[in-house]
């Protein structure tokens, strides 16, 4: 069975610091190009930030460059997002998902072929 499972999610203040892992399974991770992904109370889906399969290239949203780091680990099948500064209009659903084969950088939710249920980030004084 195919699963993608993010965890880290949780409350933070703004400013703060807070470290998403999604792990795969059911599926040769290392094949797949990984994207995060998060969506607002009311609003849209938002590109976060891709990695590709070897985890040499990566790219960010304007919003987060600088501040958010997104990294990968094959072995383990993990995709990580390391988010620093944490600001209150970030708060929001993050979801990691898996491009299909061949897509890079996926730009539509069309060309996600798995998705995870997802973990909330509240942040908030």
């Known amino acids: 069975e195919v699963q993608l499972a993010e965890s880290g999610g949780g409350l933070v203040q703004p400013g703060g610091s807070l470290r998403l892992s999604c792990t795969a399974s059911?599926?040769?991770?290392?094949?797949?190009?990984m994207t995060w992904v998060r969506q607002s109370p009311g609003k849209g889906l938002e590109r976060v930030s891709d990695?590709?399969?070897?985890?040499?290239?990566?790219t960010y949203a304007d919003s987060v460059k600088g501040r958010f780091t997104i990294s990968r680990d094959n072995a383990k099948s993990t995709v990580y997002l390391e988010m620093n500064s944490l600001k209150i209009e970030e708060t929001a659903k993050y979801y990691c998902?898996?491009?299909?084969?061949?897509?890079?950088?996926?730009?539509?939710?069309?060309?996600?072929?798995?998705w995870g249920p997802g973990t909330q980030v509240t942040v908030s004084s």
């Open positions: 998902a898996g491009a299909f084969p061949g897509v890079w950088p996926a730009r539509t939710r069309f060309e996600y072929k798995y």
């Open positions: 059911g599926f040769t991770f290392s094949n797949y190009a």
């Open positions: 990695i590709n399969k070897g985890g040499r290239s990566t």
